[in-house]
């Protein structure tokens, strides 16, 4: 038996759903819900792979599979056993799948599963019963502290009631060794020696939960035409402390002729940073200089990354230390987002922006916005001012997606200044601006339970009472206000930077009690998207088989 089953803490009460447990009505819902995401075929040209690369392809799909694992059991519990009780091939089993448990993930984690009460804010990482002040009292401990706190433990009760920490890599033995193994065959095929390494690197260090020395090899990639993010990496699901990180992954393949495109901006961190409208000591922090920006194309995503909304860009490591020594990678993934902008955001620009100004609503310009946006992640300051660790320790749970909106609006800010420089001479300021907009509903879509919803809402809020856009009571249609748009970008700049160099948990709690709800307008608005059949996300028809690849099971 493993210790995850020993601990207990897998272990989960799965209510057995019969055909007549749930109405027709509520098959049909469900089914409308399903019918939100829009399937799309995960696929992208290998014929410039060599034949080792090829091969590696099946290998890193296995060992991120172990990933998907995991994180159903970081959600949920075991996938298998929820599903089944759902009917296996039912609307409410296939929403639980795409949701990795019965809470909808777009709809604040409100349960659709009958008999299921409210999502723990502490996914299974803790303690059903474990309050986030008993956990405060617990991690100041000067012994376990540091344990409890860690990104990669489970927390647990031991015989007396008292936490205690439990690695990762012991809780997920199975998987990580799995996964470790598959990804040390695929170094054996690797051609690209940074390639290489960063593989026998990440399997070491997902069976010690040691990750910086394999964060720093993948900074030190530059050649490498195959790629995988795999291993614990972000925190949004745990919505309770903020400490824990999730397990997910991404096979990707690089886009050569689009990422020479991007080449020069990372360069541009350092000025930018200086030039931030916020006072010295919130930019006091030099941005590393050896990050990269490239686009690649998805192949296959697993665990946290393939739950509810899928992510478009990716801006790692993590690791403030890597962070400021290195810098960081920034992903943009180009299929994902062109399906993303095609069949989502052109048209809910078409629905609600005015119509002049919705014919400026660009997928290069969509591009762009995501690009920068994660630009925009190396700018501000990772240590707070007030010597109370990193922003993200000093800000917990709402750390996720207080930094979700400094990207957004950081991203526009280098817009707006690489644009009056001449720097950035595709497109116009209007174009990046009203494609912003549009970005903007898209985002709010994805609800309360996700960091970038979050952070839309209240961005969306904030820019309202500055005039930013308008919106005619007629038709409901929007429309961009280019001076005001401006002074919007830089003052939020200056609001969030300000909160997270403060390490202002209590600010932060309070700003986003005033900005961070839908109000009654922008849910009409919503309404009429929906209304229009636009989708609210995707799901992929992903793996070897859509590849055209064997197997190696």
Same mark, same amino acid.
């Given at each position: 038996?493993?210790?995850?089953?020993?601990?207990?803490?897998a272990?989960?009460?799965?209510v057995?759903?019969?055909?007549s447990?749930?109405?027709?009505t509520?098959?049909?819902?469900?089914?409308?819900q399903?019918?939100?995401?829009?399937?799309v075929?995960?696929?992208?040209?290998?014929?410039?792979?060599?034949?080792?690369?090829?091969?590696?392809?099946?290998?890193?799909?296995d =060992?991120?599979?172990? #990933?998907?694992?995991?994180f159903w059991?970081?959600?949920?519990?075991?996938k298998d056993?929820?599903?089944?009780?759902?009917?296996?091939?039912t609307?409410?089993?296939r929403?639980?799948?795409?949701?990795y448990?019965?809470?909808?993930?777009l709809?604040?984690n409100?349960?659709?599963?009958?008999?299921?009460g409210?999502?723990?804010d502490?996914?299974?990482?803790?303690?059903?019963? #474990?309050?986030?002040?008993?956990?405060?009292?617990?991690?100041?401990?000067?012994?376990?502290?540091?344990?409890?706190?860690?990104?990669?433990?489970?927390?647990?009760?031991?015989?007396?009631?008292?936490?205690?920490?439990?690695?990762?890599h012991?809780?997920?033995?199975?998987?990580?060794?799995?996964?470790?193994?598959?990804?040390r065959?695929?170094?054996k095929?690797?051609?690209?020696?940074?390639?290489?390494s960063?593989?026998?690197?990440?399997?070491?260090?997902?069976?010690s939960?040691?990750y910086?020395a394999?964060?720093?090899?993948? &900074?030190?990639?530059k050649?490498?035409?195959?790629?995988?993010?795999?291993?614990?990496?972000?925190?949004?699901?745990?919505?309770?402390?903020?400490?824990?990180?999730?397990h997910?992954?991404y096979?990707?393949?690089k886009?050569?002729?689009?990422?020479?495109r991007?080449?020069?901006?990372?360069?541009?961190?350092?000025?930018?940073q200086?030039?931030?409208?916020?006072?010295d000591?919130?930019?006091?922090?030099?941005?590393?200089t050896?990050?990269?920006?490239?686009a690649?194309?998805?192949?296959?995503?697993?665990?946290?990354?393939?739950a509810?909304?899928?992510?478009i860009?990716? +801006?790692?490591?993590?690791d403030?230390?890597?962070?400021?020594?290195?810098?960081?990678?920034r992903?943009?993934?180009? +299929?994902?987002?062109?399906?993303?902008f095609?069949?989502?955001?052109?048209p809910i620009?078409?629905?609600?922006l005015?119509?002049?100004?919705?014919a400026?609503?660009?997928?290069d310009a969509f591009?762009?916005n995501t690009?920068f946006?994660e630009?925009?992640?190396?700018?501000?300051?990772?240590?707070?001012?007030?010597?109370t660790?990193?922003?993200?320790?000093?800000?917990?749970?709402?750390a996720?997606?207080?930094?979700?909106?400094?990207?957004?609006?950081?991203?526009?800010? &280098?817009?707006?200044?690489l644009?009056?420089?001449?720097?950035?001479?595709?497109g116009?300021?209007e174009?990046?601006?009203?494609?912003?907009?549009?970005?903007m509903?898209r985002?709010?879509?994805?609800?309360?339970?996700?960091?970038?919803?979050r952070?839309?809402?209240?961005?969306?809020?904030?820019?309202?009472?500055?005039?930013?856009f308008?919106?005619?009571?007629?038709?409901?249609?929007?429309r961009?206000?280019?001076?005001?748009?401006?002074?919007?970008i830089d003052?939020?700049?200056?609001?969030?930077?300000?909160?997270?160099g403060?390490?202002?948990?209590?600010?932060v709690?309070?700003?986003? =009690?005033t900005?961070?709800?839908?109000?009654?307008e922008l849910?009409t608005d919503?309404?009429r998207v929906a209304?229009?059949?636009?989708?609210?996300?995707?799901?992929?028809?992903?793996?070897?088989g859509?590849?055209?690849?064997?197997?190696?099971?």
């Amino acid at each position: 038996m493993s210790i995850v089953s020993r601990l207990g803490w897998a272990l989960v009460l799965v209510v057995v759903i019969t055909a007549s447990c749930a109405a027709p009505t509520d098959e049909v819902r469900l089914a409308d819900q399903v019918a939100q995401y829009a399937t799309v075929p995960l696929t992208a040209d290998l014929t410039a792979l060599t034949e080792n690369e090829r091969a590696m392809l099946p290998l890193l799909i296995d =060992a991120a599979r172990e #990933m998907d694992e995991i994180f159903w059991l970081e959600a949920w519990g075991t996938k298998d056993s929820l599903l089944a009780s759902l009917g296996g091939d039912t609307p409410m089993a296939r929403f639980a799948d795409i949701n990795y448990g019965p809470w909808d993930r777009l709809a604040g984690n409100a349960p659709f599963v009958p008999g299921i009460g409210a999502k723990p804010d502490g996914a299974r990482f803790y303690p059903a019963d #474990m309050t986030r002040d008993e956990f405060e009292e617990a991690a100041a401990d000067l012994v376990r502290g540091p344990a409890l706190r860690s990104l990669y433990t489970l927390v647990r009760r031991d015989g007396t009631g008292a936490l205690f920490p439990v690695p990762y890599h012991v809780a997920f033995a199975p998987q990580v060794a799995r996964a470790a193994a598959k990804l040390r065959e695929a170094a054996k095929l690797a051609d690209d020696l940074g390639l290489q390494s960063y593989l026998l690197l990440r399997a070491d260090a997902l069976l010690s939960d040691e990750y910086r020395a394999s964060d720093l090899a993948w &900074m030190d990639m530059k050649t490498n035409g195959v790629d995988v993010v795999i291993g614990p990496i972000e925190t949004y699901e745990d919505q309770l402390v903020g400490a824990k990180a999730s397990h997910e992954a991404y096979v990707l393949l690089k886009d050569r002729v689009w990422s020479q495109r991007l080449e020069r901006y990372a360069a541009l961190l350092p000025a930018l940073q200086r030039e931030l409208p916020v006072p010295d000591p919130y930019k006091q922090e030099a941005p590393g200089t050896d990050a990269d920006l490239n686009a690649y194309d998805a192949v296959y995503y697993a665990g946290e990354a393939n739950a509810g909304s899928k992510t478009i860009a990716i +801006n790692l490591p993590n690791d403030e230390t890597v962070q400021l020594a290195k810098g960081t990678r920034r992903l943009q993934l180009k +299929n994902t987002m062109r399906a993303k902008f095609d069949l989502i955001a052109a048209p809910i620009a078409a629905t609600l922006l005015e119509e002049d100004q919705a014919a400026q609503s660009t997928f290069d310009a969509f591009f762009a916005n995501t690009m920068f946006h994660e630009v925009a992640h190396g700018l501000g300051i990772k240590n707070t001012l007030t010597g109370t660790g990193t922003v993200r320790e000093a800000l917990k749970e709402e750390a996720g997606a207080l930094e979700e909106g400094k990207a957004d609006v950081l991203g526009l800010y &280098m817009i707006t200044a690489l644009q009056a420089q001449g720097v950035l001479e595709e497109g116009s300021l209007e174009s990046y601006y009203v494609t912003f907009l549009a970005g903007m509903f898209r985002s709010i879509r994805f609800g309360a339970a996700s960091a970038h919803g979050r952070a839309n809402v209240a961005r969306f809020n904030f820019f309202a009472e500055l005039g930013a856009f308008t919106r005619d009571a007629t038709t409901g249609r929007y429309r961009v206000d280019m001076d005001n748009m401006g002074t919007a970008i830089d003052s939020l700049s200056a609001t969030i930077l300000k909160l997270q160099g403060d390490g202002d948990y209590e600010g932060v709690k309070a700003f986003m =009690a005033t900005y961070g709800s839908i109000g009654p307008e922008l849910q009409t608005d919503l309404d009429r998207v929906a209304a229009a059949g636009v989708p609210v996300d995707i799901i992929f028809d992903q793996g070897v088989g859509t590849l055209g690849l064997p197997t190696t099971r």
